[in-house]
């Protein structure tokens, strides 16, 4: 893991890195806890992928609502761990290209239970780790699963990892459909507040994830290009936009457009353009 690498985590500082190298530590000195995370790197590496990411964005949501460093670190070991029961699936469920049936998705469902029991049987590490595995599909409103509980039944920490979870699973590729943009994926969280997710979790996200990172090339809905040149502090998703491309063709010089002061305008794609030197 490249801790050093670029990601999507606007408050990736120093305590949010060291924070995921004790993580790291700790995963290292406890070879059961281990030797699950590796097995789960051998047996789909989109599970993997997907929940390293869960715990950045789970990270700078606890660190952005003030949980402390003990707590982030069993906070961030439960987000790595949370899909760790997926190895107990049948990969031509977890891969496959359509509609699940109803059998299918009962399989599904059935991860978030394996999970905790796998993490529970690991004697040295807190239950609350389990039930983080245990918990991040369950929703406010009760419609989430295994155990269908809800409100303050569900335990904080799986508030926040069901958040970091369901944006990074669609803002995602899978086999069975196309990524969405950030934004795209901010509004189903919004649509989701006080019946599945917690708003006040939310906004810490929010505020805590730069969703178009310094250096993305976008378009604009207006057909203009450009790459994303600084962040409106706790507004990830209306960025500072630099414009290189106007009507199809390279401007000599390039300007900037503030998309939180002209609301108008929204990020349509992402793209693979240069600045011109």
């Known amino acids: 893991m490249n801790l050093d690498g670029s990601f999507t985590i606007e408050q990736a500082n120093v305590k949010l890195t060291q ?19 590796a097995d789960v790197y051998t047996y789909d590496d989109y599970i993997f992928t997907h929940s390293f990411n869960v715990t950045l964005y789970t990270l700078a949501i606890g660190m952005e609502l003030n ?13 790595i761990l949370h899909d760790v029961g997926k190895m107990l699936l049948p990969l031509e469920v977890l891969r496959k290209p359509g509609k699940l049936t109803e059998k299918e998705f009962e399989q599904i469902q059935k991860h978030a239970d394996y999970g905790f029991h796998l993490i529970k049987n690991v ?4 239950l609350l780790v389990a039930n983080c595995a245990y918990q991040h ?10 155990r269908g509980i809800k409100g303050d039944e569900i335990h904080y920490f799986g508030k926040i990892i069901a958040v970091a979870d369901v944006f990074d699973a669609v803002t995602s590729n899978r086999v069975y459909r196309k990524a ?3 934004h795209q994926g901010l509004e189903v969280l919004y649509a989701g507040v006080g019946k599945k997710f917690d708003n006040t979790i939310i906004e810490a996200f929010r505020r805590a994830v730069a969703i178009y990172p310094n250096g993305l090339t976008v378009e604009l809905n207006d057909g203009r290009k450009g790459v994303v040149s600084s962040q409106n502090e706790g507004i990830g998703d209306r960025p500072m936009i630099r414009i290189l491309e106007e009507d199809g063709e390279q401007i000599k010089e390039p300007y ?9 305008l929204l990020i349509m794609k992402c793209l693979d ?3 011109p030197a």
Request: charged share 25%.
């Open 256 to 264: 900037e457009v503030d998309l939180n002061k002209n609301l108008h």
């Open 137 to 146: 599909h369950e929703r406010l409103d009760g419609s989430g699963y295994p």
């Open 19 to 37: 924070i995921v190298r004790n993580i790291m530590g700790e995963l290292k000195r406890n070879k059961e806890l281990m030797t699950l995370l």
């Open 67 to 79: 949980i402390n460093n003990k707590n982030l670190e069993i906070l961030g070991l439960g987000a």
């Open 273 to 275: 353009i240069q600045e």
């Open 123 to 126: 004697h040295t590490v807190s």
């Open 180 to 182: 969405m943009l950030p």
